[in-house]
């Protein structure tokens, strides 16, 4: 069926880059997000990726998909601690187009 | 403004006290989904709505009922609450198509605690 990994914890510095990892296991999928979640609020997406793509770029967001691998990366430069919160990405597939959320990454970033 | 919204935001019950959490939204979104967010286990869908009196199963749905007489509302139901449906509930919705753009906008949450 379907699945999608997450690490649990990442703990960078702040003005380091960050990378946040992913693996998904449906080779169908054809859009992966990335969804923020910032405490005690609900998810927003905070961008997303074709799967007939290798990397997007969006400001300080960059994100890598290898298909061979189903491994999904986010990297975030220059990481902030407005950053800290909990990234979960996701995979669009199964009944419905629902989304399929992998266990989210609390990233924390310190002073 | 366009968007999700959940009541009760916090809500804490006792064992087999019936509940109705309501979620609406004000985009005319087709489609509509519960989730719950547990620590280590992401989001799980519960259940979720195409469209007007079209509801289905998500991946953990016993325990749980919805209806949807409306577009604009989708209602969780827990007729007889127990201690394991402690968790972070999810409202959201989104158009009905299955391009990109289509992505699911959240409520805020609704944190419930069953004694």
């Known amino acids: 069926g379907e699945d999608v990994e997450q690490s649990l914890f990442l703990s960078v510095r702040e003005g380091d880059s960050s990378v946040i990892n992913c693996t998904y296991t449906?080779?169908?999928?054809?859009?992966l997000y990335w969804y923020k979640q910032e405490p005690g609020a609900g998810l927003q997406l905070l961008t997303y990726i074709f799967s007939n793509m290798d990397m997007k770029q969006d400001q300080r967001l960059t994100v890598l998909l290898n298909k061979k691998d189903k491994h999904l990366s986010l990297r975030i430069a220059d990481t902030q601690t407005g950053d800290s919160a909990i990234y979960f990405c996701?995979?669009?597939?199964?009944?419905?187009?629902?989304?399929?959320f992998g266990q989210g990454t609390e990233l924390s970033v310190k002073p | 403004e366009a968007q999700v919204t959940q009541n009760p935001r916090y809500l804490i019950t006792v064992t087999g006290k019936k509940l109705t959490v309501t979620c609406s939204q004000n985009m005319n979104h087709e489609y509509m989904s519960w989730y719950r967010q547990d620590p280590g286990l992401g989001l799980r869908q519960i259940y979720y709505?195409?469209?007007?009196?079209?509801?289905d199963k998500g991946d953990v749905p016993e325990g749980y009922k919805v209806s949807r007489k409306e577009k604009r509302n989708f209602p969780l139901i827990l007729e007889s609450p127990s201690p394991n449906q402690t968790s972070l509930y999810f409202c959201?919705?989104?158009?009905?198509?299955?391009?990109?753009?289509?992505?699911?906008?959240f409520g805020p949450g609704t944190r419930l605690l069953v004694l």
């Open positions: 959201a919705s989104r158009p009905s198509g299955m391009g990109i753009l289509e992505t699911q906008y």
């Open positions: 996701a995979e669009k597939g199964g009944q419905g187009g629902k989304l399929i």
């Open positions: 449906d080779s169908s999928s054809t859009y």
């Open positions: 709505s195409m469209n007007v009196e079209v509801t």
